[in-house]
């Protein structure tokens, strides 16, 4: 497939850390490092956060994202949140399909469809998380699964939903990388980057897979991002934990920058 240069993107899961004060003080702190849009820089705190930290980055080259969000616009949805509402607070980006809600909170293939396809109608941009877990892994499916939640996630989308207006970035998390220090090597996160981005030109067209940014994803460091970001198909990064303190999140920043 021809190279074509897509911008890198860093989004900052905060997962269930932070509280208000914390939010912002990170928020503050990266506000004042980062100077250029060479990197589109996302930032995903907890929900009940995104209105202050939308307040401190609306006239910064930093974006917003959320975690979650719900199929249905509206309606008697106890807990759930929208992406009209999303939206309204600054979002542009919402995380869909993490690992930690497909296995904690038991989301399913189904459920995570209708999620991509609603923040998709609404001109949010999905972070659509897939990733095998250890046991996959070593039994040799990792393609059998990422396929399976790929093409689940995205039946029913066509071409133009992520040619045109928004797009759509995908994040490949391997499960057992995720928040246990153990990261996968550039080599096997790029064979598993390049059949998505094959996946993709399948199900749509060479466009559509030249154009989605896909993001690795698990214990990504400043110690161990150079080289994974170096490979082709790899356009960025979905970080937890190294997300949290504004210096290492801002060195994978830089680093992204070095893609260019
Ligand atoms: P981690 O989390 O960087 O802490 O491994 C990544 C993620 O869950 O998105």
Known sequence: MKRTVRKPIIAGNWKMYTTVIEASALTRALVAQVKTDDVDVVLCPPFVNLLPVFDLIKNTLIK????????????????EISAVMLQAVGCEYVIIGHSERRQIMGESLDAIRRKVGAALDQGLIPILCVGETLAERESGVTRDVVTRQLQSALTGIISKQINSGSGLVVAYEPVWAIGTGRVATPDQAQEVHQHIRQLLCD????????????????????DNFAELILKPDIDG???GGASLKAETFFSLIQQCGSKL
């Open 237 to 239: 990064a979905l970080v």
């Open 64 to 79: 917003l994202g959320a975690q979650n969000m719900f199929y249905e616009p509206i309606g008697a949805f106890t807990g």
């Open 203 to 222: 199900q749509f067209d060479v466009s559509a897979a030249e154009n989605v940014r896909l993001l690795y994803g698990g214990s990504v460091k400043p």
